[in-house]
């Protein structure tokens, strides 16, 4: 197993800047995949960005629009955010979540492909 623990949230001007850490603890950190997910007020949980266990490849959803960055540190057992450019429609819980990776896995974006989930940080941006 993998725990998983958020940081970095808060509140901040639209236009600014946040960089989100998930700290990895348990099981080795290159065993997974990991991702980035959030949960607005009354929406569903929705897929963020992904990254695969050497951090070489990630994926990203739409309305990322080349402001999020996903990057990985195996080292430190960390995950990372990095969010520019913030707008009020980001406002959300931003949970980091690992898929652990079995023969023939595949980086997804798919939520119920992830097994662990960290408790979330929450990311306000005022107007």
């Known amino acids: 197993q993998v725990q998983l623990v958020e940081s970095g949230g808060g509140l901040v001007q639209a236009g600014g800047s946040l960089r989100l850490s998930c700290a990895a603890s348990?099981?080795?950190?290159?065993?997974?995949?990991m991702g980035w997910f959030r949960q607005a007020p009354g929406q569903e949980l929705e897929f963020v960005a992904a990254?695969?266990?050497?951090?070489?490849?990630?994926y990203y959803a739409d309305f990322v629009e080349g402001r999020f960055t996903i990057s990985r540190d195996n080292a430190k057992n960390t995950l990372y955010l990095q969010i520019n450019d913030l707008k009020p429609e980001d406002t959300a819980v931003y949970y980091c979540?690992?898929?652990?990776?079995?023969?023939?896995?595949?980086?997804?974006?798919?939520?119920?492909?992830?097994?662990?989930w960290g408790q979330g940080t929450q990311v306000t941006v005022s107007s």
């Open positions: 979540a690992a898929h652990y990776i079995l023969p023939n896995s595949v980086l997804t974006t798919t939520l119920n492909r992830y097994n662990y």
């Open positions: 348990g099981r080795t950190f290159s065993s997974y995949h």
């Open positions: 990254t695969n266990w050497s951090g070489d490849r990630s």
